[in-house]
C-alpha cells in the first residue's frame, strides 16, 4: 500500500508539472501574438512618422510599446524553458517531448470515493497489521513444543583395558517451554499492541474527515471557477472586439495611440486572466483525482 501511495504522489506531481509547462507554453504564445502586433504597430507607426502624418511623441511610444513587448515575450520564454527544466529533473530523463496540444478544461469523475485514496488504504493496511501484532502478543506466552531427533557416532575407551568401543544410535527428544508467570510483561505488551491498534483507528477515522472535508470543499471551488471560467470567456470575447475596433479607428485617424495601447493591453490582460483561471480549474481536478486515488 505504501508503494501504492507513492506511485500516486509521483503520478500526481507529474501531471501537475506537466500542467506548469503547458500553461507556461500558452502564456508564451499569448506574449509571441501580442509582439507580433506591436512589431506591425511599429512599422505602421513609423511609416507615418516618416511621412510628417504623426507626432514623435506617438513614435515615441510606439517604439517603447513594442520593447516592453519583446521584454514580456522574452520572459514568457524563459519562464516556459524553467519549467521544461523542472520537469526533466522530476523525471529524471535530460530528453523529452515538450508538452504538446493546447490548455483545455478538464473533466472529472462525479462518482467520487474517498475510500479510494491512497494514503487511507496505507492507514487501513496499519490498522491490520496493528491487529496481527495484537494477536501476536495475546499468544506470546502460550506452551510451546519442540521435538528434535539426531544421529550420533562415538567412542568409548575401556579401563583398564584400554579397548575402544564405537557406539551409534539416533537421539530422540521433546522440550515443553511454558511461561507460567512473567511480571505482567505479556499483559503489558498485548496493551501496548492494542493502543497502537487504536491510535492507528483514531487516525483513519480524522483522515477520512480530512478528505470528506476537502472533498467538499474543492468541488466548490470547481464551482466557483467554472462560474469564473465563463465570465472570463465573455470578457474575453469584449476586449477582443474593443481591440479590433481601436485598431480601425487608429488607422482611420479616428482613434490615437493611446486608446489603441490601452484596448491591446486590455485584450492581453483578459487572456492572462482566463488562462490563469483556467489553469487553477484544471488544478482543482488534480485534487480530485488525488482524493480519488487516479
Excluded: C
Excluded at 13 to 36: D, G, H, P, V, W
Excluded at 77 to 94: G, H, P, T, V, W
Excluded at 167 to 188: E, M, T, V
Excluded at 259 to 276: M, P
Amino acid at each position: 500500500m505504501i508503494k501504492e501511495d507513492v506511485k500516486q504522489q509521483v503520478k500526481d506531481t507529474a501531471r501537475r508539472l506537466f500542467l506548469t509547462s503547458l500553461t507556461y507554453k500558452e502564456i508564451m504564445k499569448i506574449k509571441e501574438e501580442n509582439l507580433k502586433y506591436w512589431q506591425e504597430n511599429y512599422k505602421y507607426v513609423e511609416a507615418k512618422y516618416d511621412a510628417g502624418l504623426l507626432a514623435k511623441y506617438d513614435f515615441m511610444r510606439a517604439s517603447s510599446q513594442l520593447q516592453s513587448a519583446i521584454a514580456d515575450y522574452e520572459n514568457a520564454k524563459a519562464n516556459y524553458e524553467k519549467s521544461i527544466e523542472d520537469l526533466k529533473r522530476f523525471l529524471m530523463i535530460e530528453d523529452i517531448t515538450p508538452p504538446e496540444g493546447n490548455l483545455e478544461k478538464l473533466t472529472y469523475n462525479k462518482e467520487i470515493n474517498i475510500e479510494n485514496n491512497t494514503a487511507l488504504k496505507v492507514i487501513n493496511q496499519q490498522i491490520k497489521v496493528a491487529q496481527q501484532q495484537v494477536e501476536y502478543q495475546k499468544s506470546a506466552n502460550y506452551p510451546s513444543l519442540s521435538a528434535f531427533v539426531n544421529y550420533q557416532a562415538n567412542n568409548q575407551v575401556r579401563f583398564p583395558s584400554t579397548s575402544e568401543v564405537w557406539k551409534k544410535g539416533y537421539n530422540l527428544g521433546l522440550s515443553l517451554n511454558w511461561i507460567l508467570f512473567d511480571g505482567f510483561a505479556k499483559d503489558s505488551r498485548v496493551l501496548q499492541a492494542k493502543i497502537d491498534k487504536t491510535k492507528n483507528e483514531i487516525t483513519y477515522q480524522d483522515k477520512i474527515i480530512e478528505l470528506k472535508t476537502t472533498l467538499n470543499k474543492t468541488l466548490a471551488d470547481i464551482k466557483a471557477l467554472e462560474h469564473q471560467l465563463k465570465a472570463n470567456e465573455e470578457n474575453l470575447k469584449v476586449a477582443k472586439e474593443a481591440l479590433r475596433l481601436s485598431t480601425e479607428r487608429f488607422k482611420a485617424n479616428i482613434a490615437n495611440t493611446l486608446e489603441v495601447l490601452e484596448s491591446e493591453n486590455n485584450y492581453q490582460s483578459a487572456q492572462l486572466t482566463y488562462l490563469n483561471t483556467l489553469y487553477n480549474y484544471n488544478l482543482k481536478i488534480f485534487d480530485l483525482m488525488n482524493l480519488n486515488g487516479e
